[in-house]
């Protein structure tokens, strides 16, 4: 792990249960048109590799390269890619990939930018990696974007302590709105920019999507920094967790995520520099 990257979540249980659910449909719809057969991938912070695997299929025969700074993390995007034999994996940091210059037609990240000390440079070397024409593609969710309701005791507490963990670690979790400015920064200036959302609402979503939060902040590395940073105690993040608990009883219970989302053209040979 790059100095410049802390993962806030970690890979707790209440972590991973949101990222396997992830899908190319649900999170990556923005990029399909730009999944053609044939064309390479490389799927940065790939996480348990649902996406990933929905790029595979979509893009095959057409290689598609599995990247997280986590092994172990790799070890289970194995599992959920299997019998697909298009797909290879690396270890890799974001802020220096070992890809040879202009390799990928498309390269993507979902809910990376948001935690990198400086997404910028992370935009520059995804850039550096794609070739001349390519696609450099970001998602990013926006947490002062999130909206919900009901608002029982103690779910009003879990977003301040979150921003203050995040930000502790050098992310920023209103990365969503960033994305533009972001990439302008990194030189692009042929910028796509588009927004969707997930929302979760049915008892079933209700009760798994309260077991992601509400348990993050009661048992994963989330909660570990909040008490070691001074940002929360271990009883006030139990008020948390039993107030995503009632939010998920109640039967008028709904969540909003947004997302912003960037889809990036890489320089061609010719074009004015960017940068």
Request: charged fraction near 20%; glycine fraction near 10%.
């Amino acid at each position: 792990m790059s100095p410049n990257a802390t993962y806030t979540h970690g890979h707790h249980e209440s972590v991973l249960s949101s990222h396997t659910w992830r899908t190319v449909e649900n999170s990556a719809a923005y990029l399909v048109e730009h999944l053609r057969p044939g064309a390479s991938v490389l799927d940065v912070g790939c996480g348990p590799g649902t996406i990933t695997a929905g790029f595979a299929q979509r893009v095959a025969p057409g290689r598609v390269v599995a990247a997280d700074s986590a092994q172990t993390v790799l070890d289970e995007a194995r599992k959920n890619t299997e019998g697909l034999g298009n797909v290879e994996f690396a270890v890799a940091d974001v802020h220096a990939l070992d890809f040879p210059d202009g390799m990928f037609d498309v390269v993507h990240a979902h809910q990376v930018l948001q935690h990198v000390a400086d997404p910028v440079g992370a935009l520059r070397e995804m850039h550096r990696v794609a070739k001349p024409g390519g696609i450099v593609a970001a998602r990013d969710a926006d947490f002062g974007a999130m909206i919900w309701y009901p608002n029982p005791p103690g779910m009003d507490a879990w977003l301040p302590i979150y921003y203050r963990v995040a930000r502790g670690n050098g992310g920023e979790p209103d990365g969503g709105r960033r994305l533009v400015s972001w990439a302008r920064a990194a030189g692009f200036t042929d910028i796509t920019a588009s927004s969707s959302a997930w929302c979760y609402s049915t008892p079933e979503e209700r009760e798994w999507w309260s077991e992601s939060w509400g348990g993050r902040l009661l048992r994963s590395s989330v909660a570990d920094r909040a008490v070691s940073g001074g940002y929360a105690t271990r009883a006030e993040l139990r008020r948390v967790y039993d107030g995503w608990k009632a939010w998920a009883a109640a039967d008028d219970g709904w969540f909003s995520v947004t997302h912003g989302e960037i889809l990036c053209r890489a320089r061609r040979s010719g074009d004015q520099d960017e940068t």
